[in-house]
């Protein structure tokens, strides 16, 4: 699983800063970091990675998705999921392929659409 930013998808990003809070859902057709907090559903057609730092308290929905920060809420992604082992993350997750590393946190059930 490689996630490497295309050239067209460098002018194609959304930031989300830490220290800072969103309240709401968050619809995007381009690739999203998130550093901050969100209380709502994230959906992006593209990749989102959730920072160190991120907290989002709602669901997210994209094609490839890596979490270093907590999620509350269930995951969808159509192709890859990467869980690194700062992560927390509680809810259902549907997602293509899905790597772990040691140390995350689960509390949910996984199904895979491969």
């Not at 930013?5 to 969103?22: H, I």
């Amino acid at each position: 699983m490689n996630f490497k930013l295309k050239n067209e998808d460098l002018y194609s990003f959304c930031l989300l800063e830490q220290n800072t809070f969103v309240k709401g859902n968050i619809e995007l057709e381009v690739n999203m970091r998130i550093n901050g907090k969100v209380k709502g559903n994230v959906i992006s057609q593209k990749k989102i990675i959730l920072g160190k730092y991120a907290q989002v308290d709602g669901d997210v929905s994209c094609s490839e998705l890596i979490v270093e920060g907590n999620i509350l809420g269930n995951i969808k992604t159509t192709d890859d999921l990467i869980i690194k082992n700062s992560a927390v993350v509680s809810g259902k997750i549907t997602c293509k392929t899905i790597k772990v590393e040691e140390g995350a946190k689960l509390n949910g059930t996984i199904h895979s659409t491969q």
